[in-house]
């Protein structure tokens, strides 16, 4: 008889301040190791100084992986994540793109991708100075695709990684924070940027990605301190602090 894992004993609720951040019409800017970011709602990261536009855990053939195992799934997760960030870049127009790692959902997933879909993504990449840092997910595998493949990227003070270790300027992917928050009598679940202003990691882009909840202890070694979760609403980011987040049941 296999054994049960021990609970596990919630994170004590703390009493944090809240990241200094600035609500800028539909968006929420968050200074970072000196640098103004931008978290966009449609949870994609804005770096005015640097022209870059940073995406994180799309995940890209992430049904077609399942249907491999007989789960079957609507094949239409890559279009739907591609055309997401084809509106971004058609948008902001940046110089430089980063994919913060997990861009595949496997190492063979740039291999299964439809030729619609990777003509599109090819013709980002040819617009761009286009950065895939590595995952854990896919390692170097979108780098038959163009563009160039980093372990981290540094722009300016910032450094860019898929794991979080909670380092002072980190820009970070991989846990795919979400954020149940409390308010009017009801609580709402959404993808969500955590930040203490000091590090930030990004919610998972990706159309067939979950969440993990800021509150989970996996969180609690990045932001020792306490999170403050950028909240995607269905066109706006809103700002919740670390008082108003609830764990999941």
């Known amino acids: 008889m296999l054994a049960r894992p021990a ?3 919630p994170r004590p609720r703390v009493s944090a301040p809240m990241a200094p951040v600035a609500i800028v019409e539909k968006c929420v800017e968050v200074r970072i190791a000196g640098t103004m970011v931008c978290a966009l709602p449609d949870g994609a990261l804005w ?7 940073v995406v994180s855990d799309l995940h ?3 049904g077609s992986a ?3 195992r007989g789960q079957m799934l609507p094949p239409y997760d890559t279009r739907a994540t591609l055309a997401r960030v084809a509106r971004l870049v058609a948008e902001h127009q940046p110089d ?3 994919s913060l790692g997990d861009s595949f959902h496997d190492g063979g997933g740039p291999a299964r991708m439809a030729e619609t879909e990777r003509k599109l993504l090819q013709e980002l990449i040819s617009c761009t100075d286009w950065v895939w840092v590595e995952g854990n997910h896919d390692g170097r595998a979108p780098e038959i695709l163009g563009g160039a493949v980093r372990d981290v990227l540094h722009i300016g003070p910032l450094v860019l990684r898929h794991e979080p ?4 300027g980190e820009i970070a992917g991989h846990l795919h924070p979400c954020a149940k928050v409390a308010g009017r009598g009801r609580s709402v679940r959404r993808r969500c940027f955590a930040t203490d202003g000091q590090c930030l990691v990004m919610p998972a882009f990706g159309a067939y990605t979950g969440g993990l909840n800021v509150c989970d202890d996996a969180f609690a070694p990045i932001f ?3 999170v403050t979760a950028l909240v995607l ?3 706006r980011v809103l700002p919740a602090p670390y008082a108003r987040l609830l764990p999941d049941a």
């Not at 770096?47 to 536009?53: G, S």
């Open 7 to 9: 609970p596990r004993t």
């Open 47 to 53: 770096l005015e100084a640097a022209r870059a536009l």
């Open 60 to 62: 890209f053939e992430k």
């Open 66 to 68: 399942f249907a491999m």
């Open 96 to 98: 430089i793109v980063v």
């Open 165 to 168: 270790t909670g380092a002072p």
């Open 224 to 226: 020792p301190d306490g």
């Open 233 to 235: 609403g269905k066109d």
